[in-house]
């Protein structure tokens, strides 16, 4: 990890050349750290992405209960340092489901309702973990809470097909179409343009 003072240095003025420059713009801070999330949404940001999903800073959940913004709940094997060393899971998809269930049920207990929740492809999950949730990413519906898709450029896409990120565009057009027809609500995304139009394809589908 980078020390909370590092993170800070990076965010701060970056949030506030942000807000300066673009006022209507809505910022999303990704983080895991109460106390960062607290200072990027006193100065501006109005959306915490936690990569840990609350199980790196016990603070955050009762921030995110005080602030009332829109909290993206991640899940993530491990930390980032031991994620994808040999992650285990004896099935993928019932078990993220489960994590995610209990995690929702603590935040509505603190009176959080608006909570996203991302698979977190690639954090703590092999190649097939990947696809497997991908595949039964439906399945994710059952908690009532939106589906985010971060996909984009992801190893388990290059790697399959032998090419490198920057060659990954068509399969991660490919990916976020397949998340959108299994109920993905929200895809975090590198090509704009090119995911907008996946986007209304599907949307023709639906």
Known sequence: FVSQEEELSRLVPSIELLVKEFPELLISVD?????????????????????????????????????????????????????????????????IIFFFAEQIRKLQQLMVNDIIIDIGFGFGKTIDHNFEILKNLE?????????????????????????????????????????LLNGAHILRVHDVKEAMEAVKIVSQVL
């Open 31 to 95: 983080t895991f750290r109460a106390d960062v999330a607290s200072k990027a949404v006193d100065i501006g940001a109005c959306m915490v992405n936690d990569i840990s999903g609350g199980n790196l800073d016990s603070n955050m959940f009762s921030f995110v209960a005080k602030t009332k913004v829109p909290y993206i709940l991640m899940h993530m094997q491990g930390t980032p340092q031991n994620m994808q060393q040999n992650p285990i899971y004896e099935d993928v998809t019932k078990e």
């Open 139 to 179: 399945l994710f519906k059952s908690l009532d809470a939106p589906i985010l898709a971060g996909i984009s450029r992801k190893s388990m896409l290059y790697k399959t097909l032998g090419i490198s990120a920057q060659e990954a565009l068509n399969a991660t057009t490919s990916a976020n179409t397949i998340a």
